[in-house]
């Protein structure tokens, strides 16, 4: 009888748990900015270097996150965070021994491979994903999944997904990536 109520305690606080993010995925997908992703298209160039990040989360705050570093030869890419965000990751994550600052006095972490595919709440959408599952990036990393179209010349709108039980991924938010002007200094 024990075994019984246990695994039926179980299954009532899985299935809280993926109520509990599905209300979080329809909330965030029930935004002005789902109707902007649908209407991206698959980049035709995959994105190469630098591209500025906004994230679209938290209520639009500003993030220690500065974008997204793009490598299409090798199907890779990394994230840049200010000095500011990458001592609060070390803290988050301090098995992590990648962190490595970039020329501008940035610092780079987390690494994602590069593929295209169907979206994968969207999946009648082509969408550039981002797959952050590699034994290099930290646990919790590796449970994100980015994916982004192209809403303009080289700029992009990303959705986040974080796989929250086997085979069930949550959107918890948006981001934008354009190429930042000439000249421009980066934070």
Do not use: C
């Amino acid at each position: 009888m024990i075994i019984l109520w246990f695994f039926f305690s179980l299954a009532v606080l899985v299935a809280i748990w993926l109520a509990f993010w599905t209300l979080v995925t329809k909330i965030v997908e029930g935004s002005g900015r789902q109707k902007q992703f649908r209407q991206g298209t698959l980049p035709f160039e995959p994105p190469g270097g630098f591209f500025r990040g906004l994230a679209y989360m938290l209520g639009d705050q500003k993030t220690p996150w500065l974008g997204k570093s793009f490598d299409p030869a090798n199907r890779t890419g990394i994230n840049v965070f200010t000095p500011k965000g990458a001592s609060i990751l070390k803290t988050l994550t301090p098995t992590y021994k990648l962190f490595q600052k970039n020329p501008e006095g940035n610092t780079e972490a987390y690494f994602f491979k590069t593929t295209t595919g169907p979206g994968i709440k969207d999946t009648e959408q082509q969408v550039f994903k981002l797959n952050y599952d590699s034994p290099e990036n930290p646990f919790i990393v590796r449970n994100v999944l980015d994916e982004i179209v192209e809403i303009a010349p080289e700029q992009f709108l990303g959705k986040v997904h974080v796989k929250v039980f086997p085979g069930y991924y949550a959107t918890i938010g948006f981001f934008g990536l354009r190429r930042p002007a000439a000249g421009q200094i980066e934070e």
